[in-house]
């Protein structure tokens, strides 16, 4: 399968050119070279694409749920083929290693394409209460906003359950990301996706993802990114009245009770929190500990952390690649400085550059001790491989400190006593509790409380987000 051609979008069932591109480089995050220039839409690139979202609606809204399932079959068959092409590509765009790219981000595309095809193979688009029809129907064309960080991820689970909804929609994939995302609206023309049914306009926030959140003939936006491009996202939906259904921002917590098994619950805790070089909104990026027991965790932590290898993401044996960019790299290593400048204890990594790597946006796996819940460091979403280690006193304790935080996408427990983990894990704030490092779940909703969002991702949540709901009264009565 070759490579896209960077300079157009996909519109109408064609690849066709953007109305007045606008040039962007993108750049290889691990040896900071370019390897393409990705043409910016506009406005009026995202007009062309709901109309034609909105023609393509009536047919293919009334297709039946098993056409729709043979359809998510035959992309299901052609991403496989195409895996490693999705590997690679991730690995250069984003500075995924390259194991992590096949096991970890394009793994997502097959998992939750076959978690929705088991969805619909059961779910009832009518069914009868009483003398009453229940019908769930699409809810019409769709904006769908993803981020650069689990690229293939968050578009399958945003264009799967939509095409299985029977909606169109347009899609603006991260401007960091954009050559996978054209590689899946390939699979999908391949795969006979109709004309007008997807379409994908590349650009930037203010260019495009501002024109599909405030456009008229879009019925709902589902967008996933940073709370503060989300804010602007829904004031932009606003006046339409439309659907906004919002994966934000994260700063989970880790509780560590005193039974656990503290030497694996540590280590496992540091690895959960480096996913993905740290770039992962729902990672256990604050563990809170028995204030007895912080030395011995902060050790443990800092053992485990300089064990990660960071090297050439080609490389087989790297554990950890870069960060995106050299923004988030800025980013990262100014908070990694304010937590050193705030008094936090720096048991491992910090601001410098890996000593064997003089070129890549690399940040060294760091972890932070004796921690307080006022640190800009405990607030701030870091968006980096940076665990930061709090002390708590009680159990209430360790639940308000846990809960104090405007996020509440996810929350982790770990205890020997199941009852007990149980119980704490029923009082977290979070759109997804994890008790003890359970294996992942594909069909558990995914999405968060406060200012993680709102709305719910994978398995039948996901496919019931672009479903509008439908009483027929009276419909069973002779």
């Known amino acids: 399968m070759a490579l896209p051609d960077l300079s157009r979008f996909y519109i109408d069932g ?82 995924s290693p390259i194991g992590f790219a096949r096991k970890g981000q394009a793994a997502r595309g097959p998992a939750h394409l076959n978690a929705l095809i088991e969805v619909m193979e059961r779910f009832a688009f009518e069914e009868d209460r009483g003398t009453t029809r229940i019908r769930r129907e699409p809810i019409g064309v769709c904006g769908l906003i993803t981020p650069w960080n689990w690229p293939i991820n968050q578009i399958v689970v945003k264009i799967a359950p939509a095409l299985a909804a029977g909606c169109t929609m347009v899609l603006k994939p991260s401007e960091y990301s954009a050559v996978s995302a054209m590689l899946f609206a390939q699979v999908l023309h391949d795969a006979g996706v109709p004309p007008g049914v997807f379409n994908l306009v590349n650009g930037d926030g203010p260019g495009v993802g501002a024109a599909i959140a405030a456009h008229p003939g879009i019925d709902m936006v589902s967008f996933t990114g940073s709370t503060r491009a989300g804010i602007e996202i829904a004031r932009a939906a606003a006046p339409t009245i439309k659907r906004v259904a919002q994966e934000l921002g994260g700063k989970s917590a880790n509780i560590l009770l005193e039974d656990v098994d503290f030497d694996q619950a540590v280590r496992r805790g540091v690895a959960a929190c480096c996913t993905n070089s740290g770039q992962s909104c729902s990672i256990p990026t604050r563990m809170i500990v028995p204030r007895a027991r912080m030395d011995e965790a902060a050790a443990i932590a800092a053992e485990a952390a300089s064990g990660f290898r960071l090297g050439p993401t080609a490389d087989p044996e790297t554990d950890l690649g870069p960060v995106v960019n050299r923004t988030q790299y800025e980013r990262v290593v100014g908070l990694i400085r304010t937590g050193i400048a705030e008094g936090a204890r720096l048991v491992a990594g910090g601001p410098e550059r890996p000593d064997h790597l003089d070129r890549g946006f690399y940040v060294r796996p760091t972890v932070f001790a004796d921690v307080t819940p006022d640190m800009t460091i405990a607030r701030e979403e870091i968006f980096g491989p940076v665990l930061s280690i709090l002390a708590y006193d009680s159990e209430d304790d360790a639940v308000a400190i846990a809960n104090g935080s405007r996020y509440g996408l996810a929350a982790y427990v770990q205890g020997r006593d199941r009852d007990r983990a149980r119980a704490v894990a029923r009082r977290l704030v979070g759109g997804q509790v994890h008790i003890n490092y359970p294996p992942p779940d594909v069909h558990a909703p995914f999405g968060g409380y406060r200012q993680s969002g709102n709305g719910r991702e994978w398995g039948e949540a996901g496919l019931q987000e672009y479903l509008e709901t439908k009483a027929m009264i009276g419909f069973g009565l002779d």
Do not use: C, K, N, Y
Request: no cysteine.
């Open 14 to 95: 064609a690849w066709v050119e953007p109305v007045a591109a606008r040039p962007f480089p993108l750049i290889d995050p691990a040896t900071e070279t370019a390897f393409g220039t990705l043409a910016l839409g506009s406005a009026e690139d995202v007009d062309r694409a709901v109309r034609a979202a909105r023609a393509a609606f009536p047919a293919f809204s009334e297709t039946a749920p098993a056409a729709r399932v043979a359809l998510l079959r035959r992309i299901l068959a052609l991403f496989e083929e195409r895996f490693e092409i999705f590997a690679e590509t991730i690995r250069q765009e984003m500075g």
